[in-house]
């Protein structure tokens, strides 16, 4: 095929010892908001003239802007104090509507619902331009929640607590002035929260190192430390978690950054607060039943047994809570070898995995047994999509799931975790003629013998003569996967006029751990 249009991305990493010889940068203004900058940007984009001059520009313009501007879109659900809430934004609501609905009246085609908390309104009566941040709800209720606001869309934010049963924010209940704050509900009355707690105690990005139990009633002065990280920390600072699960268990944890791939964990005991022995390349993920679910992104050898990357395992909440220097866990899922985990989530008593297998998503429903082991069963779901949890529910086993392929559209289906076939409650309408498309899959082989896998969406009885142009995107780094996904766009403006699109699977992306 033709190539019409190549994307190299690289990225060059110099190391602290070559610092002092790299001189002063000459473009450094580039980065101030002066007229200079501005007369440089006004001047560079002028390069859209060329574009502008084709006399099919306006015509391709006005349906990507039609198509960007759709209101058809799925309203992510999650499952809140027994109801279905809704974060909402269009050019109405442009910072957002935060409602609410039942679960009977979501799935029908136009679900009334009920304003919870109009940020937009909220800002105006408060003379505020707030962005939300953040929403954390107190399990099991679910009915108390930290809301998370910040002044313009920077990263400090103001946190409030908000009663869901009266619609109204807590008087006098916790209130974190603005800052970086990262916060936990340890229970009812007790919040874990890291922040800046006098000047200066952050790292040198600016970030919180030191962990404190703030008590309902009490000032922030008030606050106890229980954990303090370092200030020379990397990353955005040590983070404090707690995990209920649909039993009632809690798990409270902090982690603290080392850099971009590695941290620390720390599990939150009556005691005090102690290092979990969890390998610096894995991340808690939830818990079921009593077992702290973990995920593995290195090899981890404990209590006997070895574990690959990318493996999820389980631990005994009891026993890591008693003795986390000393853990045994137990393995939930292991990749094969063009397997990767995508996210998991859980239900009352069950795990949900979403998967990725060769670049293709599969769902999966987990189940703990008696004896420690876990049983397993797949969700049947159409092929050739990508898979994702979009909301799971903590009272009973019902969970969304979602997708999307290059030929299909957003759907997402209801399950009762496996209990049956699962339910589709929405989808989006189609936004291009895909009737004559098809999906291929292959793979190029690197010099060094890795096979590089790849998608072509073309039209049907394609002639390979280099005849078709072709739009080429590959992307490799932080393990961002390239999956198969809708683009109107892509589709209107590009395969319905005859182009092949091509999904390159690159290495560095998380398509394969």
Not at 390 to 413: N, T, Y
Request: glycine share 10%; proline share 7%; with cysteine.
């Amino acid at each position: 095929m033709r190539l019409a249009l190549g994307i190299v991305i690289a990225a060059l990493t110099l190391t602290a010892a070559h610092a002092a010889d790299i001189p002063t940068d000459p473009n450094i203004w580039l980065e101030q908001d002066s007229p200079r900058a501005m007369a440089w940007v006004a001047a560079h984009n002028q390069s859209v003239a060329p574009l502008q001059a084709d006399p099919r520009y306006q015509g391709f313009y006005d349906e990507a802007l039609a198509l960007a501007s759709a209101k058809d879109r799925i309203p992510v659900p999650s499952f809140t104090h027994g109801e279905i809430y809704n974060f909402w934004q269009d050019a109405d609501h442009l910072r957002g509507l935060w409602r609410k609905t039942t679960l009977a009246d979501y799935e029908k085609p136009n679900p009334t619902w009920t304003t919870v908390l109009d940020i937009d309104a909220l800002g105006k009566a408060e003379g505020k331009s707030w962005v939300l941040k953040g929403i954390d709800c107190l399990p099991p209720e679910e009915r108390l929640c930290l809301i998370s606001l910040s002044d313009g869309g920077e990263d400090a934010v103001e946190v409030r607590e908000f009663d869901l049963a009266a619609g109204a924010f807590v008087a006098g209940g916790f209130h974190l002035p603005r800052g970086k704050h990262r916060v936990a509900w340890e229970d009812a009355n007790h919040l874990l929260v890291a922040s800046e707690w006098t000047p200066g105690e952050a790292t040198p990005s600016g970030y919180p190192y030191i962990v404190k139990r703030l008590t309902r009633g009490q000032p922030l002065s008030a606050a106890v430390e229980i954990y303090r990280g370092e200030k020379s920390d990397g990353g955005y600072g040590v983070s404090p978690a707690v995990i209920v699960d649909g039993a009632g268990n809690r798990f409270g944890y902090i982690e603290r950054p080392l850099d971009t791939f590695h941290h620390q964990t720390f599990v939150v005991v009556p005691r005090g607060v102690e290092k979990l022995a969890v390998p610096e390349k894995s991340e808690i993920q939830d818990m079921v039943a009593g077992r702290v679910i973990v995920l593995l992104n290195e090899a981890w050898q404990a209590g006997g047994r070895s574990f690959p990357s990318g493996s999820l395992v389980a631990l005994d909440l009891k026993a890591a809570v008693a003795d986390p220097a000393n853990l045994h866990p137990t393995l939930i899922w292991a990749p094969g070898p063009r397997e990767s985990l995508s996210e998991a989530g859980a239900t009352r008593d069950k795990l949900i995995l979403a998967t990725l297998d060769n670049v293709r998503g599969r769902a999966f429903v987990y189940t703990p047994t008696a004896d420690g082991a876990w049983t397993h069963s797949r969700i049947d779901l159409p092929d050739n999509l990508t898979l994702g949890i979009a909301a799971a529910d903590r009272r009973s086993d019902l969970a969304f799931v979602g997708g999307s392929g290059f030929l299909q559209p957003s759907a997402l289906w209801l399950t009762r975790a496996g209990e049956g076939p699962p339910r589709e409650v929405k989808s989006l309408p189609a936004k291009f003629d895909a009737s004559r498309e098809v999906v291929d899959q292959f793979e190029a082989t690197s010099s060094d013998g890795t096979r590089i896998p790849y998608f072509i969406v073309h039209r049907r009885g394609l002639p390979q003569d280099g005849s078709t142009p072709t739009l080429l995107y590959a992307y490799g780094g932080f393990q961002v996967s390239l999956t198969p996904s809708y683009s109107p766009a892509i589709g209107k403006l590009w395969l319905e006029r005859g182009g092949a699109y091509v999904i390159a699977n690159i290495r560095g992306g998380g398509e394969f751990g």
